[in-house]
């Protein structure tokens, strides 16, 4: 069965840099969409970023410039590199990619993001 696994996160400080990875143990099909959302104590689930199969990005106001979203199909993996971390960035950051079979949705485990000031 396919399952995205997500690795990268940690405690970084102010200003650093993380890149989140999350690869996917199979293929899956018809591919629409690819995200990040991230998701802090006591707060909704947010898109944070997003890439559509022909490429195009999308990101959430409060990390355009900062954060990057790319992926590398041979690797099954996608990716968000995050500069300039503020500590509002302070998160669980969760993958999704979105299937247009049925449809369906695969999610990550999710990764603990730390950003101390």
């Known amino acids: 069965q396919v399952q995205l696994v997500e690795s990268g996160g940690g405690l970084v400080q102010a200003g650093g840099s993380l890149r989140l990875s999350c690869a996917a143990s199979g293929s899956i099909l018809l591919i629409d969409t690819e995200g990040w959302y991230r998701q802090a104590p006591g707060k909704q689930r947010e898109l944070v970023a997003s890439i559509t199969n022909r490429g195009r990005t999308n990101y959430a106001d409060s990390v355009k410039g900062r954060f990057t979203i790319s992926r590398d199909n041979a690797k099954n993996t996608v990716y968000l590199q995050m500069n300039s971390l503020k500590p509002e960035d302070t998160a669980v950051y969760y993958c999704?990619?979105?299937?247009?079979?049925?449809?369906?949705?695969?999610w990550g485990q999710g990764t603990q993001v730390t950003v101390s000031s």
């Open positions: 999704n990619v979105h299937s247009l079979v049925r449809p369906y949705d695969y």
